[in-house]
């Protein structure tokens, strides 16, 4: 089992930035790839990046060019660095892990407004 802790959302004016963290601890060495989504209020839970084990990545069309997606394997923690945020990245931001099964970390509202 693979237990995920997303840390580092909040409020953030529309431009700004924010860093998210995912650290994970427990049998780490099944993950193969890891991933960011994000479920806005009355909408579904969406991709918004992923990362392999061999730090092949992919974004979704909303993210390309404003995130980016990495991962510390020393420190077993994955980042989404955030820029030029906009009202509508407003929502809650999940840490996926992919291995033998798919855990899911708790979250970590992510609020973008003036």
């Known amino acids: 089992q693979v237990q995920l802790v997303e840390s580092g959302g909040g409020l953030v004016q529309p431009g700004g930035s924010l860093r998210l963290s995912c650290a994970a601890s427990g049998n780490r060495a099944s993950i193969y790839a890891m991933g960011w989504y994000r479920q806005a209020p009355g909408k579904q839970r969406e991709l918004v990046a992923r990362i392999t084990s061999n730090f092949n990545s992919n974004y979704a069309e909303f993210a390309k060019g404003r995130f980016a997606i990495s991962r510390d394997t020393a420190k077993n923690t994955m980042y989404l660095q955030m820029n030029s945020l906009k009202p509508e990245d407003t929502g809650v931001y999940y840490c996926?892990?992919?291995?033998?099964?798919?855990?899911w970390g708790q979250g970590t509202q992510v609020t973008v407004s003036s």
């Open positions: 996926k892990s992919e291995g033998r099964v798919v855990n």
